[in-house]
């Protein structure tokens, strides 16, 4: 079992930066790939951005390239979300999840419960 937990939401204006974090507890000894899906009300959850377990790729949705940056610090089993130049249209529920067997790029099988970014106009 693997338990994720994000933090960071808030509001913010449209051009302003968050971070969220996602702090990973349980099943850790091996580091998973770790992504982001946001859900906006009334719409399917969409992917935003994804780590490979080393950090060495990323992937990115065209919505959030260039504004976002994912990262991650396996000594603290945590993985960030940078938002900058945030827009209205960014808001969202962010969850961080991951899969912990193969393929691991597959759908995951552990959520967070969701961290709430809201952008104002």
């Known amino acids: 079992q693997v338990q994720l937990v994000e933090s960071g939401g808030g509001l913010v204006q449209a051009g302003g930066s968050l971070r969220l974090s996602c702090a990973a507890s349980?099943?850790?000894?091996?580091?998973?790939?770790m992504r982001w899906f946001r859900q906006a009300p009334g719409k399917e959850r969409e992917f935003v951005a994804a780590?490979?377990?080393?950090?060495?790729?990323?992937y990115y949705a065209d919505s959030v390239k260039g504004r976002f940056t994912i990262s991650r610090d396996n000594a603290k089993n945590t993985v960030y979300l940078q938002m900058n130049s945030l827009k209205p249209e960014d808001t969202a529920v962010y969850y961080c999840?991951?899969?912990?067997?193969?393929?691991?790029?597959?759908?995951?099988?552990?959520w967070g419960q969701g961290t709430q970014v809201t952008v104002s106009s």
């Open positions: 999840a991951t899969r912990t067997t193969r393929p691991l790029w597959g759908e995951p099988d552990f």
């Open positions: 349980g099943r850790t000894s091996s580091p998973y790939h």
């Open positions: 780590v490979s377990w080393s950090g060495a790729s990323s």
